[in-house]
């Protein structure tokens, strides 16, 4: 929360040089203004409503992709193109889901061969891969809006000061190199006037993102999840503390169970959390009352399934299927982003956008079983390890379903007995006693979209 209990203003860019109170924004700056002065209504609109309302326009979009895109001219059935809203709810669920392998392997039958004119022009986005698997998607400038629309709701839900500076740590893209090698900031709050953002890449040492910190004292601070519990662990260890800071916000990767937590104990901070994806955009923010997270009703369609299609039931984990409502040039409808996350109750806060409890991650960083068991592994930097031995980074990877290698950034190589404490402690997380072996190394370094994994399984399913 903001310092002051006066709110922040959000000022729009004045396309009117004269007058710059109360700002006059027009073209795409009026436009997201509108846009988010109905995001601030719909928010507060009953689940049933909120599900209508999706359908209206699920009902244009996978119109519009039968008649014009070449894989949905195959693969959707005829009754989608007189079907009401109503009706196609009672369709939606015989609908082909949409792989990532089908995404790769049919870009161009997954594009339109007439895109409405409304929509802008057009540009590709690239997923980091770190499935090993990068996906290419093409999006408009309508999409783009409604991009910068639900990121607006980051600011406007936790009251943030958009007048602060802020640091973005994270993985840098085309120009971002050039303005974060000559400190140039950028603005951080889209169509407004803000404070500037100064960037810095993610992959860069620990010592070095806390001393460029340092530097520029930013109140708050954009990074991903592993790499704040990589900076809050190094500050502990060397005894600094970052007194400017109010508040972290969290993206591109699933945040481990108790790092709000350490955050708060460590620095007095709280963190917001976003989960999104290059392919779909941002499709659930973290509720400004709570821990668990809001879906962006108003610009995806989320399902959260069973491995048998079936939808799950609150308080259940499945895999999330995702519909953007609004990408018209490459449609991906019922899209198996390959996530996994657990449903939640409807919210006390009043919202009626739909609840997760918690993103849970990929399939990948599932830990299996001899028996064909599957589970989601403890987060392994806990207090108990580094009780063990002063880890520095730690990457578990399961090569079989019974061997584990356990990578390990450590000053010194652990002795005998710490190792068999550090294997003692997996057992007892993971239920199983795994054949573990050891090996040290200088670093581990993030894959090449920027992301950490602590734990990947090289096992099939």
């Known amino acids: 929360m903001t310092d002051s209990s006066r709110p922040s203003v959000f000022k729009p860019v004045s396309s009117c040089t004269s007058v710059n109170w109360p700002a006059i924004p027009s073209g795409v700056n009026a436009a997201l203004g509108a846009l988010s002065f109905q995001l601030s209504q719909t928010q507060w609109l009953s689940p049933a409503h909120l599900r209508a309302n999706q359908f209206q326009q699920l009902s244009a979009l996978v119109r519009h992709a039968r008649k014009t895109v070449p894989w949905y001219s195959d693969t959707l059935p005829m009754a989608v193109d007189s079907a009401s809203a109503t009706a196609l709810m009672k369709l939606w669920r015989d609908l082909p889901i949409l792989s990532r392998d089908t995404v790769q392997a049919n ?82 709050v889209a169509g407004h006037q803000s404070g500037p953002m100064y960037l810095f890449d993610v992959t860069r040492p620990v010592r070095e993102q806390l001393a460029w910190l340092e530097r520029i004292k930013p109140k708050y601070l954009l990074t991903l999840p592993t790499n704040l519990d990589a900076l809050i662990r190094y500050t502990g260890s ?147 390890m580094l009780d063990i031995a002063p880890v520095q980074q730690i990457q578990i990877i399961q090569h079989s379903v019974h061997d584990l290698e356990v990578k390990l950034v450590v000053d010194n190589p652990l002795s005998k007995d710490a190792e068999e404490a550090m294997c003692a402690m997996l057992t007892r997380h993971l239920h199983h006693e795994f054949c573990y072996q050891f090996s040290y190394v200088g670093d581990i370094p993030r894959s090449t979209g920027g992301k950490f994994e602590e734990f990947i399984s090289h096992v099939k399913s």
């Open 238 to 384: 060397e005894g600094v503390s970052c007194t400017y800071l109010r508040g972290v916000m969290t993206m591109s990767e699933a945040i481990a169970e108790g790092l709000h937590d350490r955050c708060m104990a460590s620095w007095g901070i709280p963190v917001w959390d976003v989960y999104s994806a290059v392919e779909t955009g941002l499709m659930a923010l973290q509720c400004p009352e709570t821990r668990h997270y809001h879906v962006q009703s108003e610009h995806v369609y989320v399902e959260i399934l069973r491995d048998n299609g079936e939808p799950c039931d609150t308080g259940e984990t499945g895999r999330v299927v995702v519909t953007d409502l609004h990408n018209f040039v490459m449609p991906l409808i019922r899209y198996d982003i390959g996530d996994y996350a657990q449903i939640g109750e409807m919210c006390a806060c009043g919202r009626g956008l739909p609840v997760i409890d918690r993103i849970v991650g990929r399939a990948r960083n599932m830990v299996c079983y001899p028996n064909g068991d599957q589970a989601w592994p403890l987060p392994w930097l806990s207090r108990e």
């Open 107 to 188: 870009s161009a039958r997954l594009t339109s061969s007439k895109l409405p004119k409304d929509h802008g022009t057009t540009s590709s986005v690239v997923s980091s891969g770190s499935t090993g698997k990068p996906v290419t998607v093409t999006v408009t400038e309508l999409t783009n809006l409604f991009f910068d629309a639900i990121n607006l709701r980051v600011p406007l839900w936790h009251n943030l000061d958009v007048n602060a500076v802020v640091a973005g740590i994270r993985v840098l893209r085309g120009d971002e190199n050039d303005a974060a090698a000559s400190d140039k900031p950028v603005g951080w």
